[in-house]
């Protein structure tokens, strides 16, 4: 229980735990020292000059106290008070008891006071506070109490606060220059972990290797990583670039010579094998390209969302849109457009496949941008969802095959496209229309 409440109030970034741990030790050595020194050295060192003190004061009163008369006890102490460099004057009053006036905030006060009354017990009232750099001293003689006053220089440690001063000064210069110096080692670690972050939503953002050398080393490593799979990516495109060209010049030999032939049921039902073969090429062609070439833009997605109603509506169906209020400025949200744009025509459209209604809404988050397709038709059961996502899938008792063609990819390009802008594509029942219920997510 305890560590989880600590770790709930500790910085979660990197730099604010650096900074913690940078500045956790500079002020507890701050605090330690001080205290120690205060207690050890100018506590020490005051009751060594308080004592110093003591001597001359307990000279002073003997003195005093040796005089025949008044008269002579007062040439005396002024004899001594002027030898030894303090004031002495007597009161002509009774003293005014064992009081002590310590203005707060006087470290060293304290021991001066205990050391005197301990030394010294016809020592009366002592005040700190009254006269700036004097101690006013009560003294209790034989010929009555005398005031002395005695400069606190020579009594206790003189600036203590200077110390602290310097202490707290330095420490925090120190401390400002390790600031900087941790922005710029923490900095190149930022910037890695936006690139990644970046790469993972498909864009390619500019990064420069800096750092320490083992910030540099997982830097170069990406960089080498991100080459491999952009390379791997374009050959594979390329791959499958010549193999359309290659696989559609003989289906395009083959519609020429069906359609050549004396029509009959015959050449029809070859002619829509050939056509299910070129749409099965297409499907899977777009599906292992994911249009993962094209470049990233900003992008309206109102304004997106209401393009593909138009063009959709076009073809077939009833598109019901439903939009949030434009805010102003208007949402950007960085995507492939293209991609994107084909990713939602595919939900449409399997929704007016297998449903009469499609239920089209955006949806803007904090963070993120979901587009939701609702249909009125059979839906997927629970279970399915996870394999409908798969590629070649085909859910014959949940989706009316024969409804419509297909190699099962539809939702299949639909999630890569999501995964690919560090998105995700959820699948759900819809409680407006019945059916199924697709949730396309983008990170804003």
Not at 183 to 207: D, T, Y
Not at 255 to 272: C, N, V, Y
Not at 280 to 291: C, K, P, T, V
Not at 432 to 443: K, Y
């Amino acid at each position: 229980m305890y560590t989880r409440w600590l770790k709930s109030i500790l910085p979660k970034g990197l730099y604010g735990r650096t900074a913690l741990i940078l500045v956790l030790p500079v002020i507890t050595t701050m605090l330690v020292v001080s205290i120690v020194f205060m207690q050890r050295h100018f506590d020490g060192v005051t009751r060594q000059m308080t004592g110093n003190a003591v001597v001359e004061l307990r000279y002073l009163r003997d003195e005093i106290d040796a005089a025949p008369n008044a008269a002579a006890a007062r040439a005396a102490a002024a004899d001594v008070a002027a030898a030894l460099e303090f004031s002495a004057r007597p009161l002509g009053r009774d003293k005014k008891g064992a009081r002590t006036l310590r203005p707060f905030g006087d470290l060293t006060g304290k021991s001066l006071v205990s050391t005197l009354r301990r030394e010294l017990p016809e020592v009366g009232q002592i005040d700190l506070a009254t006269r700036d750099r004097l101690a006013m001293i009560e003294l209790d003689t034989r010929w009555g109490p005398y005031l002395i006053g005695y400069e606190r220089t020579r009594m206790s440690a003189s600036a203590p606060h200077q110390l602290l001063v310097l202490m707290f000064v330095a420490a925090l210069i120190m401390t400002a220059i390790a600031f900087v110096v941790l922005r710029n080692q923490v900095r190149p670690i930022r910037n890695l972990a936006r690139a990644a972050e970046a790469f993972g939503r498909g864009q390619s953002i500019r990064f420069h290797v800096s750092g320490a050398t083992e910030v540099r080393q997982a830097g170069q490593a990406f960089l080498n990583m991100r080459a491999r799979i952009e390379r791997q990516i374009e050959q594979r495109t390329l791959m499958l670039s010549g193999v359309s060209h290659d696989l559609r010049t003989p289906l395009t030999r083959l519609k020429l010579g069906l359609a050549m032939l004396p029509e009959g049921e015959e050449s029809r039902a070859l002619i829509r094998d050939v056509d299910d073969m070129e749409e099965m090429l297409n499907e899977f062609l777009a599906f292992a390209r994911g249009d993962s070439l094209e470049d990233s833009a900003a992008v309206d997605p109102l304004q997106l969302a209401a393009q593909v109603a138009r063009d959709v509506v076009r073809g077939h169906g009833e598109i019901r849109l439903v939009l949030p209020p434009s805010p102003e400025p208007p949402v950007l949200v960085a995507m492939r457009p293209n991609a994107v744009r084909r990713a939602l025509e595919n939900l449409v459209n399997n929704a007016l496949q297998y449903g009469k209604i499609c239920r089209f809404e955006v949806i803007l988050r904090q963070t993120e941008v979901a587009f939701l397709m609702e249909d009125n038709g059979p839906g997927i059961p629970a279970p399915e969802r996870a394999r409908a996502l798969r590629p070649f899938e085909r859910l014959d008792i949940a989706r009316n095959q024969n409804r419509g063609t297909g190699v099962g990819l539809g939702l299949a390009i639909v999630t890569d496209i999501a995964s690919s802008h560090g998105g995700a594509l959820h699948l759900g029942d819809s409680a407006e229309l019945g059916g199924l219920c697709c949730e396309f997510v983008l990170p804003r």
